[in-house]
């Protein structure tokens, strides 16, 4: 007994979890049962898992990737990247790696940034017919998503492209079959996807972002290598930060993993995305502070290394904090910001598309989300801005929301970021198709720590139109 109260003890000091009162009720509801994996929509969640790619950091490191192909029983390998990157040294150091140990490998460069589920498919099919037994992406997080989608469906050819996609929109089926090798060399300081089993793509028919996520589309291997982060452009370098930030941030205020429902029947069911639990709490706290301290320097200071070098880690950290408690709103609201651009293209993106960056769809919408779900859990709220530089004594718990969104809209100046969904071409006769868009999302929205509907979607949109 004195055990229990120990432990639940640790846990109330670190995340204010109610641990103990968990595994009593666990206890009781297991009691007669023959079958522990049963479960009902009403049982609450009462584990989290903490699940991570390995990580090597250096500069340099890039060139050891022939080894570790070898090491990993490559010998017929598939580089995928885009038609900017195949051209600049990141894809020139791991082909010449690749080389030097004498294996076989072909290079595809026609990930598109942002991608969609053709050029999803278009990856899957040079993947299915190549046959390789194992993969690396080079790139930011389209290319490590696009890669993770060829290994997953080149891996199970009989598998329908919406097998694995998220429910509600595709089956959402868990994945039960063995993925090929795949090392991920980030290009860019943002997205984290090195460290994740999520892929996220533009269902066309749907004009609408979706993805895939699953523990076994994690990358075997992230290579974070900060000499690649030289001939990122200054909006690139703006954009994937300030998706570090978000990352972070919704991961901190996410439902806590303890309310989430239903229970899994079965360990292998538990989702990617659990809400906040201590551990990715560690990530996303660290990740925040490191980027309130270097992003506007490796935005405009290409040649600032160190910068860069720190925000590569803190994109490492932060998807290690989302890639296990979750996103929510900002992200959800994202992918039909992303899928209904009209016009918009921004500098520093070699695309012939109109597009909004990741990491800008997200931002967009996160002082009004944060405001909104402030009083839910306000003491993180508060925290997420001290995180940031803010002074949070004698702050009243009432103002967290406001004092987080205005020191988010600070930074979004700082780094001059567009006004508002307005300045992407929207205006208020899209909120209905941005909304509904939105709503299907629930691997994000069911993370809210705070219940949303459609008037409450709309209302986030309306106040995203301007925010300064």
């Known amino acids: 007994m004195a055990g229990k109260k120990a432990v639940g003890n640790i846990f109330r000091k670190f995340a204010n979890i109610r641990l103990a009162e968990n595994v009593q009720r666990v206890t009781t509801s297991m009691l007669g049962r023959k079958n522990y994996g049963t479960t009902t929509d009403v049982e609450k969640e009462y584990a989290f898992e903490m699940a991570c790619s390995n990580i090597r950091y250096g500069e340099g490191v890039t060139q050891e990737i022939g080894m570790d192909c070898k090491n990993l029983g490559g010998r017929n390998i598939c580089v995928m990247t885009d038609n900017n990157l195949v051209k600049l040294p990141a894809v020139e150091v791991v082909c010449e790696a690749l080389e030097k140990e004498g294996l076989k490998y072909s290079v595809y460069d026609k990930c598109r940034v942002e991608p969609t589920d053709k ?3 278009d990856a899957i099919d040079f993947a299915t017919k190549g046959e390789f037994d194992l993969f690396v992406a080079v790139g930011g997080g389209s290319v490590m998503d696009t890669c993770k989608a060829a290994n997953l469906y080149a891996s199970n050819p009989k598998a329908e492209f919406l097998d694995y996609v998220n429910a509600p929109i595709g089956k959402g ?60 452009p200054e909006r690139v370098a703006a954009y994937s930060g300030i998706d570090v930030l978000c990352h972070a941030i919704e991961s901190y ?45 490796a935005v405009y200071d290409p040649s600032d290394i160190e910068a860069r070098s720190v925000m590569h880690l803190a994109s490492c950290y932060a998807g290690i904090g989302f890639g296990n408690a979750g996103c929510h709103l900002c992200h959800a609201m994202s992918y039909p910001i992303s899928g209904l651009v009209k016009e918009f293209m921004s500098k520093g993106y070699d695309d012939d598309h109109p597009m909004v960056p990741h990491g800008l769809s997200v931002i967009i919408t996160a002082p009004a989300v944060f405001e909104f779900t402030a009083s839910a859990c306000p003491e993180r709220h508060l925290q997420a801005a001290a995180f940031l530089g803010v002074d949070i004594t004698d702050k009243k718990k009432e103002d967290a929301g406001a004092i987080l969104g205005d020191r988010l809209r600070q930074i979004m100046q700082d780094l001059e970021m567009p ?15 941005l909304v509904k868009g939105t709503m299907p999302q629930h691997r994000l929205t069911k993370l809210s720590p705070k219940e949303i509907d459609e008037e409450i979607i709309t209302g986030l949109l309306e106040k995203s139109m301007k925010n300064y």
């Open 253 to 297: 205020t996410a439902l806590p993993y303890y309310e989430r429902v239903p229970r899994p029947v079965n360990p292998n069911m538990r989702p990617a995305y659990q809400g906040y639990n201590p551990v990715s709490d560690i990530w996303s706290k660290h990740a925040l502070e490191i980027t309130n301290k270097y992003i506007r320097r």
């Open 419 to 433: 006004d508002g969904l307005s300045s992407l071409g929207y205006t208020s006769d899209d909120i209905p198709d």
């Open 119 to 121: 050029s999803f498919k």
């Open 173 to 232: 089926l868990p994945v039960t079959h063995k993925l090929k090798p795949l090392i991920a060399v980030t290009t860019t300081a943002g997205t984290g996807s090195e460290t994740t089993g999520t892929a996220v793509f533009d269902l066309k028919h749907m004009r609408a972002k979706t993805g895939i996520s699953n523990r076994e589309l994690r990358p075997t291997l992230g290579i974070v290598d900060p000499l690649h982060l030289y001939s990122m």
